[in-house]
């Protein structure tokens, strides 16, 4: 699926290339499940740092090694592998660095594992480094219904904390509170600050997890409390304009960027490791909101941005 200009979701086409051969140090996968992220539409719309066209989008999957590379040591043809990060998963066939795989575990199945690979892995750093949840926490997750913010929610119940999930519809609150949600707001933008004073007390959240770009910025820090932890992740979705001087004293503002979440292979083999663990356990389950076929991504892009469906969006070859 390829992109020579920036657009709408029609400017992706269907094109046959040759197959990639790998190089030295790389592994030739044959794609089981890719997964579908908001910075496949910001790479298609010229937003996602990092690309050039023309491009193939894509940054997370499941598949099945078909050939090694040379140098490439601990795979072997037949191997199930997913990957966190990268570009150019929308293919049936992707020439990707072995330092960026891993194995599936034999009980997780090729769509969960997809579905837990950008989004799960973003959410255990969220929720381990970026602010350790532990019993006793309240935490604010965006989005609660979507691909993340499920993964958040459930992530942040393992952990022992509290939830208050904010959902755009009010049909998606179910679905927030499936998932675990303590409590569920519905807001489209900002507003909801009030709401979740009055159900921690008066105190506020101890942590806001804001995927919401600029429209939740303020809100979201104004529902912290002192000392709280505002980790925005959605750049994609719009970054306001302040100054310092906007920001609440004793805030901290905490902004990962997608190398942050996975900065390495010893990370990557440490998140990889906790989630799937969780997922084989039935601890962690993703919600698949759709599943489309590959040659027609126009159709998850289109879902995607008009938020019609919940949880994960999968492309099969």
Do not use: C
């Not at 913010?149 to 208050?164: D, E, F």
């Not at 709401?195 to 104004?222: I, M, N, Q």
């Not at 469906?309 to 099969?316: E, I, N, P, Y």
């Amino acid at each position: 699926m390829r992109i020579s200009e920036y657009g709408g979701p029609e400017v992706m086409s269907w094109t046959e290339l040759p197959d990639p051969v790998p190089g030295p140090g790389e592994v030739l996968v044959r794609l089981g499940v890719a997964g579908v992220n908001y910075m496949d539409v910001g790479v298609r719309t010229g937003r996602a740092p990092g690309w050039s066209l023309p491009a193939i989008p894509g940054v997370e999957g499941v598949g099945y090694v078909t050939a090694l590379g040379d140098g490439v040591q601990g795979l072997a043809i037949g191997d199930r592998v997913a990957w966190y990060y990268h570009q150019g998963s929308y293919a049936q066939h992707l020439a990707v660095p072995a330092e960026s795989l891993v194995r599936v575990p034999a009980d997780v199945p090729d769509e969960t594992a997809a579905a837990v690979m950008m989004q799960g892995l973003t959410a255990n750093h969220l929720t381990t480094e970026t602010y350790p949840i532990e019993p006793g926490v309240t935490a604010v997750v965006h989005a609660a219904a979507g691909g993340v913010g499920l993964v958040l929610t459930q992530l942040i119940k393992v952990r022992g904390g509290t939830v208050i999930g904010v959902v755009s519809r009010e049909e998606k609150v179910p679905v927030a509170k499936e998932a675990g949600a303590d409590h569920v707001i519905v807001s489209s933008g900002g507003g909801f600050e009030d709401r979740v004073r009055e159900l921690t007390g008066g105190e506020g959240a101890h942590v806001v997890y804001d995927g919401g770009g600029a429209a939740t910025f303020r809100s979201s820090l104004s529902a912290l409390r002192r000392h709280g932890v505002h980790a925005f992740y959605g750049p994609l979705m719009g970054v306001p304009t302040l100054t310092p001087a906007e920001l609440p004293n004793s805030v901290l503002l905490s902004h990962p960027l997608v190398r942050d979440h996975v900065p390495d292979r010893a990370a990557l083999l440490a998140r990889t490791a906790e989630v799937f663990d969780l997922v084989g356990k039935g601890r962690l389950r993703p919600v698949i909101g759709a599943r489309h076929p590959l040659a027609e991504a126009a159709r998850a892009h289109a879902d995607l941005e008009s938020r019609r469906t919940v949880g994960k969006l999968l492309l099969l070859p």
